[in-house]
């Protein structure tokens, strides 16, 4: 049961990437998506962390939202 719920929430986190446009941009380069996710874990480790949390917290949820409601959000 815990390897389906795993298995089902790492679907769901690639299902993220891709609906954010990573896959698109990064040209389906598996070596350059996880360097910008490297990026993204090192900026959240620095000094400004609960900002940058709280940032992306916010976009996600907007783009949640928009989504819900039919709308696109541009970033």
Same mark, same amino acid.
């Given at each position: 049961?815990?390897?389906?719920?795993?298995?089902?929430? *790492?679907?769901?986190?690639?299902?993220?990437?891709?609906?954010?446009?990573?896959? $698109? *941009? %990064?040209?389906?380069?598996?070596?350059?998506?996880?360097?910008?996710?490297l $990026?993204? %874990?090192?900026?959240?480790?620095?000094?400004? %962390?609960?900002?940058?949390? %709280? *940032?992306?917290?916010?976009?996600?949820?907007?783009?949640?939202?928009?989504?819900?409601?039919?709308?696109?959000? $541009?970033?």
């Amino acid at each position: 049961m815990a390897r389906r719920e795993r298995t089902r929430h *790492l679907i769901e986190l690639g299902g993220l990437v891709q609906k954010a446009g990573l896959v $698109d *941009l %990064a040209d389906d380069d598996r070596a350059t998506l996880y360097g910008a996710m490297l $990026d993204c %874990a090192a900026r959240v480790r620095g000094d400004d %962390a609960g900002t940058v949390l %709280a *940032l992306w917290k916010r976009r996600g949820k907007r783009a949640f939202d928009a989504e819900a409601e039919g709308s696109a959000v $541009d970033e």
